[in-house]
């Protein structure tokens, strides 16, 4: 994985993952499972499939070759903890908060003493945030082609913003 906890900071901010308890234990599990699951989605949404078993696999050599390097730092700053692939997985995490499932389906909380509420714009801004940069990125790609030569825009599907309306 190119990210973990250390990247939901900020307007990413998930709650609870430090600390001893079952609670920290429960977050930082199913934030990991976020993280496995969507991490390469993006990854092979926004590079293509080729491109990203080639990344995972120059990620893995000894030492990393500068090109995967270079790439990671697209992708990545471990430095601010900024990435658009925590914005992704966010979305995601937040969206997935809507309902939850039940025996008889799906349902949506109610908190007593407290309303609910939906905060479309908190889920769209990472999601968009996510494409805007995946988009920089295809472009930076298509201008460095020669050095990744794994690129290929025919596996690419078009990236789409989203918006609080669901249109």
């Known amino acids: 994985m190119l990210i973990d906890q250390s990247y939901f900071i900020g307007g990413l901010n998930i709650p609870n993952l430090t600390g001893v308890g079952m609670v920290p234990a429960a977050n930082v599990g199913t934030l990991n499972w976020f993280i496995a699951t969507y991490e390469p989605e993006y990854l092979r949404l926004v590079l293509g499939k080729t491109l990203y078993n080639a990344l995972i696999a120059g990620l893995l050599v000894v030492p990393i070759p500068s090109k995967w390097q270079t790439l990671r730092a697209k992708l990545i700053d471990s430095t601010n903890k900024i990435s658009p692939i925590a914005s992704y997985v966010f979305y995601h995490i937040e969206r997935d908060k809507i309902t939850s499932t039940t025996s008889m389906g799906q349902a949506s909380g109610k908190a007593e003493n407290a309303d609910m509420n939906v905060n479309s714009d908190k889920m769209c801004q990472p999601y968009n945030c996510s494409i805007r940069i995946g988009i920089e990125i295809r472009q930076w790609l298509s201008e ?24």
């Open 144 to 167: 460095n082609g020669t050095t990744y030569p794994e690129y290929t825009t025919s596996e690419l599907d078009e990236l789409h913003t989203i918006n609080n309306f669901g249109i």
